[in-house]
C-alpha cells in the first residue's frame, strides 16, 4: 500500500510541475516554428490544462480512498462513531443525574 501512495504522490507532483506557463511556453515555440497556428495552441493549451485538472481531482480522490482505508486498517474511530459514543455517554449522563435528583426528593420527602 504504501508504494501505491508513494506512485500517486510522485505521479501528483509530476502533474503540477506541468504548469500553464510551462505548457504556453513549449506551445508558443510550435507557433514560433510553424507547426501550429495560434487557435490549436490556444485549443490545446486549454485541453491540457482542463485534462491536468481533472487528472490532478481524481489522484487526489485516489489519494484520500487509501489514506481512508489505511485508517480503518489501524482501528482508529471514525468522528462518526465517536460523536454516536459521545451523545450515548451525554444521555447515559443525564439519565443518571435525572435519576439522582428524583432519588434525593424522594429522600427529602421521607
Known amino acids: 500500500m504504501l508504494e501505491t501512495v508513494k506512485k500517486t504522490i510522485q505521479a501528483s507532483v509530476g502533474a503540477v510541475v506541468l504548469t500553464r506557463e510551462r505548457v504556453r511556453q513549449t506551445l508558443d515555440r510550435l507557433v514560433q516554428e510553424g507547426k501550429l497556428s495560434t ?3 490556444e485549443r490545446i493549451a ?5 485534462d491536468g485538472k481533472k487528472e490532478l481531482k ?3 480522490e485516489k489519494m484520500v480512498s487509501l489514506m481512508q482505508k489505511g485508517l480503518r486498517n489501524l482501528d482508529f474511530v471514525s468522528k462518526e462513531e465517536f460523536e454516536a459514543l459521545k451523545e450515548r455517554v451525554d444521555a447515559l449522563e443525564n439519565r443518571k ?3 439522582e435528583a428524583t432519588r434525593a426528593k424522594k429522600r427529602r420527602k421521607t
Do not use: S
Open 39 to 41: 487557435e490549436e495552441a
Open 46 to 50: 486549454d485541453r491540457m490544462i482542463r
Open 58 to 60: 481524481g489522484l487526489e
Open 97 to 99: 443525574k435525572t435519576g
